[in-house]
């Protein structure tokens, strides 16, 4: 069995019970075990980067230390999780003078980063450890009638030079394991295109147009759903939609679910496990045209 | 944005602070080409923001402009530009490295001083209920681990990071 320590940030256990229960669910099913480990923090996201970028990497690599030092590597299931560590993580093994001054921040915290561990996204263990073709033999439930507009997000693919996920302008990684699970993908116009989701509670009115213009686009495609990857696409496209009702008077009914969800679902899973309360937009549809 | 003010506030060496700083390295190369304000979600739907002339206003020093300004507060991060610019410039990070310079000088805008908080007192910056902390078991997830949050209060204020929120509550 391979193990990984789990790095679950903020926002998924603040909000979004039913992204943890379905990846714990799905992974355990898979045969990947999860270890919780005491002490994590935030990871240091956009927002803490913006205010200062050297404590963000202090505090990335503070975090990394503590797998280093449960000889684990990491899994994040947040987009903006595994871009601040893995980015880090990166910045940190190529760059000796960088990594100096971290650890005479990280020594006052009783700490050291050593770069011996690596920080995997969930997509990316679904891929190196399950691998698609074992993958496909675990459905149990294929999603043989569900067309689903795959988002990716911003931050599992860029910077991709750090990140090193997928092709940032033709990936194909969601795609392949929403395939895999027997649902078919479709395309829809400005797909790579940010959800907004960082402006919201800058700028709520920028943030919402960016999302209403996906959500608007992956409703003229037909998609049944779209399948999101980080916490806060989720948000924005979710919960979006009923902000989107209230300032323009247009309603949408695209049900939004991680594609952790999807998968969850597809290995059998049962959906009253799944807390889909959660979901503002309901995915009763999506659930009836899987059973 | 106006240019009326370069003169009074012009200072050739503003180019020089950013790329000092941790992610701002990169500025010097731009030639204004524009590809990362065709590749800009934002810039598409508001005047408001063109990291074009983010950059520009940089190289050209007219710091108070771009510091306190409100254009950079609307870079979404997406990352698009930095993939796309032909000089390999680093914008985004660029973009970061003029809001730690901000905030370093007091302008912080309400919610990055709320990130900061919840940091501070509980290590998230989203905060996670004692209800929601509670109803886990119902739904069949493992109690929560405790934050360490005395170790990155030590990494706080080793960096200077506690100080920085402290000055927009003095403001």
Redesign the interface.
């Known amino acids: 069995m391979t193990s990984y320590a789990l790095f679950?940030?903020?926002?998924i256990?603040?909000?979004q019970?039913n992204y943890?229960?379905s990846a714990?669910k799905a992974l355990a099913k898979l045969g990947i075990e999860l270890i919780?480990?005491?002490?994590?923090?935030?990871c240091a996201?956009?927002?803490?980067?913006?205010?200062?970028?050297?404590?963000s990497?202090?505090?990335a690599a503070?975090n990394i230390c503590?797998a280093e030092e449960a000889d684990l590597n990491l899994i994040t299931l947040c987009s903006g999780c595994f871009e601040s560590l893995s980015m880090a993580n990166a910045m940190l093994k190529a760059n000796e003078q960088l990594k100096a001054k971290i650890n005479?921040?990280?020594s006052?915290?009783?700490?050291e980063f050593l770069g011996s561990k690596e920080v995997k996204y969930y997509l990316q263990v679904l891929m190196d450890d399950v691998g698609l073709k074992r993958l496909k033999r675990s459905v149990s439930k294929p999603l043989s009638n569900l067309k689903v507009a795959a988002f990716y997000g911003?931050?599992a693919l860029?910077?991709?030079e750090l990140l090193k996920l997928d092709d940032?302008?033709r990936p194909r990684i969601l795609e392949n394991i929403i395939e895999t699970l027997g649902a078919k993908s479709i395309e829809y116009r400005n797909k790579l295109?940010?959800c907004?989701?960082?402006?919201r509670?800058?700028?709520d009115d920028?943030?919402l147009?960016?999302a209403r213009e996906k959500i608007a686009n992956t409703t003229k495609a037909g998609a049944d759903c779209i399948a999101t990857l980080c916490p806060f696409c989720f948000v924005a496209l979710d919960i979006g939609q009923i902000q989107v009702k209230s300032k323009f008077n247009e309603t949408y009914d695209m049900p939004v679910l991680h594609y952790s969800e999807l998968l969850a679902l597809a290995l059998g899973i049962d959906p009253k496990?799944l807390?889909l309360a959660t979901h503002k937009i309901k995915v009763d549809k999506v659930i009836s045209k899987i059973s | 944005m106006k240019y009326g003010k370069e003169e009074k506030t012009t200072s050739l060496a503003f180019s020089d602070v950013v790329t000092s700083?941790?992610?701002g390295e990169t500025i010097n190369r731009c030639y204004q080409c524009g590809t990362c304000a065709s590749s800009c979600?934002?810039a598409k739907?508001?005047p408001r923001f063109n990291p074009r002339e983010v950059i520009k206003l940089s190289l050209l020093g007219v710091k108070d402009e771009v510091v306190s300004g409100d254009a950079i507060?609307?870079c979404?991060?997406?990352?698009?530009c930095?993939?796309r610019c032909p000089q390999k410039i680093?914008i985004?990070?660029v973009i970061?490295?003029l809001?730690?310079i901000a905030?370093k000088e007091g302008y912080i805008?309400n919610?990055?001083s709320?990130?900061?908080s919840a940091?501070l007192n509980d290590?998230?910056?989203?905060?996670?209920?004692k209800f929601?902390?509670n109803?886990?078991p119902t739904?069949?997830?493992?109690p929560?681990?405790?934050?360490?949050?005395d170790?990155?209060r030590?990494?706080?204020?080793?960096?200077?990071?506690d100080k920085?929120q402290q000055k927009k509550e003095e403001a």
């Open positions: 679950l940030g903020c926002t256990p603040a909000r019970p943890e229960l714990r919780d480990l005491a002490n994590m923090t935030c996201p956009p927002p803490v980067q913006s205010i200062d970028l050297e404590t990497l202090a505090i503070y503590l005479r921040i990280l006052q915290a009783g700490k911003c931050h860029r910077p991709s940032p302008e295109k940010c907004g989701g960082l402006l509670g800058y700028s920028l943030a147009s960016l496990e807390a | 700083r941790l992610g979600p934002v739907i508001t507060w609307l979404c991060s997406c990352y698009n930095q993939e680093e985004a990070d970061y490295a809001r730690n905030f805008p919610i990055y709320e990130f900061a940091l290590g998230r910056i989203v905060k996670v209920s929601i902390e109803k886990r739904l069949g997830l493992p929560l681990q405790p934050t360490g949050v170790a990155l030590k990494i706080l204020s080793a960096t200077g990071f920085l």
